[in-house]
């Protein structure tokens, strides 16, 4: 066309017709392009924007969000320049050239753009399936994302220096020590990534705990390099993709998924207050009907055998006795086999532990049915609660450190005139 309107100029003898004639092309070139622009931008985007934002279905909202149409439609123009420098332009001259390796870096760099929208409107809408939703696909994408941006700054740099895409991949292949080291983190999250979930080690929201990077809370987000964990004072902690497969961490996910969250706590035993029942004690206790049945059933238990082996029982050093301890214990666990907030298809026992300086710990095992941390927390107070006012009942006492309260105390008792 270029070569049209310079002949047609000449005919009317009019000078610097080329001049002329490139000033009337590249003037059209940037008519048509304003008005595609501002039909594409102002009418059809604009009613595709609207019918999105009103549109309650995932993949028209994700659409608009991440702006797929807006930058395919950057990139038509840029296909339409380029199309239109290629057709009314000189060939060959150095104006055509210039426009069309401009149009077509133009066209490469919103190609690379609406490929990373097309993937985060992908990944939006496999968001809302569960078994998608737990697949670290933002760190497949982000290393989709990675391998695409190389592939077009190659081509972008080939296409700038004249040179082709094969020469630059080839001189690559002695940079790659350089690029593994480069990209050494991406290379490994994305590997740590896909055996995290071939593996289900782990999936966004499950409770991950790991105390060298300071971690304790919900995964919130699986990606290429990093996984966020929002942790339970809300702080947000970052942890390298990696990281979870060469260091050990803790995974929650089982217990809530059992629906049982284990009570495993003791309170210690001052020894000096053990010692056996009196029949006093006993008819006191058998009162309480979750030991009545322990009662009689041990006490005949026990006096069948004593009759047996026929010793002397003025003794305290001759045959079975039933001590404090031994009735307490059985008196938690049928408290807590009557709870109805303990789970009774798990393990559930009240054990001795190893004697300390500090008492002997009296240790409850057992596990609630809810996996809810408030009501958790809740259940097991409770528990201990009515375990520390009932000891009393047995003729235990808890051991404690005495404290300066003690020791004033301790003081005032032996010199009463001291303040």
Do not use: C
């Amino acid at each position: 066309m270029q070569q049209r309107i310079t002949r047609w100029l000449e005919q009317f003898g009019l000078e610097f017709g080329g001049m002329m004639s490139l000033l009337m092309v590249l003037g059209l070139i940037l008519l048509i392009s304003v008005v595609i622009h501002l039909v594409l931008h102002r009418v059809v985007l604009a009613a595709i924007q609207r019918r999105g934002r009103q549109s309650q279905r995932v993949w028209q909202q994700a659409i608009t969000q991440y702006k797929l149409f807006q930058r395919m439609a950057l990139l038509l123009q840029g296909v339409i320049i380029n199309v239109q420098a290629m057709l009314w332009l000189q060939a060959g001259s150095q104006t055509q050239a210039v426009i069309a390796t401009a149009a077509q870096v133009w066209i490469l760099g919103f190609a690379l753009l609406s490929l990373f929208s097309l993937l985060d409107t992908l990944l939006a809408m496999l968001r809302q399936n569960p078994i998608s939703n737990q697949l670290p696909l933002r760190g497949i994408f982000q290393g989709l994302k990675l391998v695409a941006a190389i592939l077009i700054g190659i081509m972008i740099v080939s296409l700038l220096m004249g040179k082709s895409p094969l020469l630059l991949l080839s001189g690559l292949g002695a940079m790659t020590a350089v690029l593994m080291l480069v990209f050494k983190d991406p290379i490994l999250g994305l590997v740590a990534g896909i055996q995290l979930s071939a593996n289900d080690m782990l999936k966004i929201g499950d409770w991950l705990e790991m105390p060298k990077y300071g971690a304790d809370g919900a995964v919130t987000d699986i990606g290429l390099t990093t996984v966020k964990v929002k942790n339970w004072d809300n702080t947000v902690t970052t942890i390298p993709t990696y990281a979870l497969i060469s260091d050990s961490f803790k995974n929650w996910r089982s217990m809530a998924e059992s629906g049982g969250r284990r009570i495993k706590r003791s309170i210690n035993i001052d020894t000096a207050s053990v010692h056996f029942l009196s029949d006093e004690e006993q008819l006191r206790l058998k009162r309480n009907p979750l030991l009545q049945s322990y009662l009689h059933d041990k006490d005949q238990e026990l006096s069948q055998h004593n009759q047996q082996i026929e010793v002397d029982l003025a003794s305290p050093l001759n045959g079975r006795r039933l001590t404090n301890l031994g009735t307490l214990r059985a008196y938690l666990t049928a408290y807590l086999r009557a709870h109805p907030r303990i789970h009774q298809n798990m393990t559930l026992m009240v054990r001795q532990l190893a004697p300390t300086p500090e008492g002997l710990p009296l240790e409850i095992y057992a596990f609630t049915n809810t996996t809810v941390w408030a009501e958790y927390e809740s259940i097991q107070a409770d528990i201990f609660d009515h375990m520390l006012a009932v000891i009393g009942e047995f003729d235990l006492r808890i051991h404690q450190t005495p404290t300066g309260n003690d020791m004033r105390s301790m003081l005032r008792q032996t010199l009463p005139d001291a303040n």
